[in-house]
Nanobody, 125 residues
Framework: QVQLVESGGGLVQAGGSLRLSCAAS????????MGWFRQAPGKEREFVAA????????RYADSVKGRFTISRDNNKNTVLLEMNSLKPEDTAVYYC??????????????????WGRGTQVTVSS
């Protein structure tokens, strides 16, 4: 059984930064694409970023490109999301997830098989 646990969320002012972390259980973490998604109240879950198993391929939503950075440490079974220049519209619950397929990155939430419970990020104006 795979478990994903997010941490690092909180309240920050616009223009500030946060670093989210996702800790994964299991010995095959390094074999999978990992992604970050977010869901704001009343909205559908949306793709934020994804990273290939090796870290060599990364993909970002247009809304976060240039502000967010996804990375991973396969030795620590951890995937990170560094968020800078935060905006009020970044407010959401952020989830990490695992994609078991062959593509190096994946933006479709339905293709991910394991999800964490999420961590709340609130950006005040």
């Amino acid at each position: 059984q795979v478990q994903l646990v997010e941490s690092g969320g909180g309240l920050v002012q616009a223009g500030g930064s946060l670093r989210l972390s996702c800790a994964a259980s299991g010995r095959t973490f390094s074999s999978y694409v990992m992604g970050w998604f977010r869901q704001a109240p009343g909205k559908e879950r949306e793709f934020v970023a994804a990273i290939s198993w090796s870290g060599g391929s990364r993909r970002y939503a247009d809304s976060v490109k240039g502000r967010f950075t996804i990375s991973r440490d396969n030795n620590k079974n951890t995937v990170l999301l560094e968020m800078n220049s935060l905006k009020p519209e970044d407010t959401a619950v952020y989830y990490c997830a695992r994609y078991p397929g062959p593509e190096p990155t994946m933006a479709q939430a339905k293709r991910y098989d394991y999800w964490g419970r999420g961590t709340q990020v609130t950006v005040s104006s």
